[in-house]
């Protein structure tokens, strides 16, 4: 079975919905606020699009009370992306999957259930609605009426990637012919205490301008993002063929392995990758690859070097972006999101330009918006805990 993407919808922090979204990364616009009064090196963060959720989810009222605001998010993303791909939601496959991405549990929810038993005061009844971390998944079904197999995966910030790949597995194996996949996260409003939580492992970058600048000498961390959510429509091929569906890009592989080595670091030598990578740039000619690019300086040596390591071992040297660079670390739904931009990506023959200080690497990096025939992309996505998963897509041909 072959396995293509239809749709896509996003709520992120630099933009809502597909033309915003493309727009705003195009032109390299980034998203940062200040955080001021807190102990912590770091002093950035890009906030959670709380009013675009609001403007448009306000048709859905089933959620209000009860849904954590990553499942408010997924929701509008899911409703985008079934409108992108030309699908009328009361026409769906009753069969649909539904495999969403979370990093971290809901933070905020949990802070708002914890504080009234601390204070001795009444809890919210619903208040387990909100925490349980397959609400996410759950919501999408429950709007859109799907009844296929619903599940939220976490495999930290590898997780939309995870997503999104056993969405292509189910439909290539043949299970359902149709998936709503992809990330969704939420940190907004929980008193800072994820982002005091990656401060605290001196994860988060220290710049004086917040801009995190992935592959460059100044990288000190990752843009912190209160959260994001993009959902995918994927279809079998035939299926999306005979209702004339316009196609992004086919998904032709998914990787996952696990480093088994630490629970917050990757090793020195990412041994497990290299093998994965090895297998992938072996079988394709990798013309973008979308680099997990998370400005810490580690994973961003590691991957420089990786490329460097393949391009003198197979002739390769794929043009690079990290989207993080300028969307921050949306963690969860990163993978997701850097899926869509390498499948926007194949359809439309553009990379977009990357937020640039020192360049450290020799890597084919560019600094503005390029336009690119590029007809085999990657995404990887490396998550605490030693979880990495890789995406491989193709232009879409006859």
Same mark, same amino acid.
């Given at each position: ?56 989810? $306000? ?133 800072? $205490? ?10 988060? $970058? ?14 000190? @961390? ?70 997990? @690019? ?63 200080? $020192? ?40």
């Amino acid at each position: 079975m072959r396995v293509v993407i239809t749709g896509m919808g996003m709520v992120t922090s630099i933009g809502s919905g597909k033309e915003q979204f493309f727009d705003r990364l195009f032109e390299k616009k980034i998203n940062v606020t200040r955080i001021d009064g807190i102990r912590s090196k770091s002093h950035w963060y890009s906030p959670f699009p709380k009013a675009e959720v609001a403007e448009e989810a $306000t048709q859905l009222r089933a959620l209000k009370g009860k849904a954590p605001l990553n499942a408010s998010a997924a929701v509008v993303a899911a409703l985008q992306a079934v409108k992108d791909a030309g699908i009328d939601p009361e026409e769906l496959d009753r069969d649909t999957a539904v495999t969403v991405g979370c990093g971290i549990a809901n933070m905020n929810e949990l802070y708002g259930m914890i504080s009234p038993v601390v204070q001795s005061k009444r809890m919210f009844p619903l208040a387990i609605t909100q925490v349980i971390p397959n609400s996410v998944a759950a919501w999408i079904s429950i709007i859109l009426g799907t009844h296929g197999k619903a599940q939220t995966v976490g495999t930290a910030c590898a997780s939309g990637t995870t997503a999104v790949g056993d969405a292509y597995r189910a439909i290539k194996d043949g299970y359902v012919k149709t998936a709503i996949a992809g990330g969704s996260e939420c940190l907004a409003g929980d008193e800072f $205490t994820s982002f005091m939580g990656f401060s605290a492992i001196d994860a988060l $970058t220290k710049t004086e301008d917040g801009i995190p600048a992935p592959f460059c000498k100044e990288r000190s @961390g990752f843009l912190f993002s209160e959260g994001a959510s993009c959902m995918l429509v994927l279809e079998e091929l035939e299926t999306a063929l005979a209702r004339g569906a316009d196609i992004y890009a086919e998904i032709v592989d998914h990787r996952e392995c696990s480093d088994a080595f630490h629970i917050v670091m990757m090793p020195e030598e990412p041994a497990e990758i290299y093998r994965e990578m090895d297998s992938i740039f072996s079988q394709y000619k990798v013309d973008y690859y979308n680099a997990h @690019g998370t400005a810490t300086p580690m994973n961003d040596r590691m991957e420089a070097e990786m490329l460097a390591h393949f391009e003198g071992k197979y002739g390769q040297r794929p043009t690079v972006s990290s989207t993080k660079g300028i969307l921050g670390h949306t963690l969860g739904a990163s993978g997701a999101i850097e899926a869509a931009v390498c499948a926007y990506s194949l359809r439309n023959s553009v990379i977009h330009g990357n937020l640039l200080k $020192t360049k450290e690497f020799g890597t084919d990096l560019p600094e503005a918006t390029v336009s690119r025939d590029i007809k085999t992309a990657v995404s990887a996505s490396f998550g605490f805990g030693g979880h990495d998963a890789m995406l491989v897509m193709k232009k879409y041909e006859i």
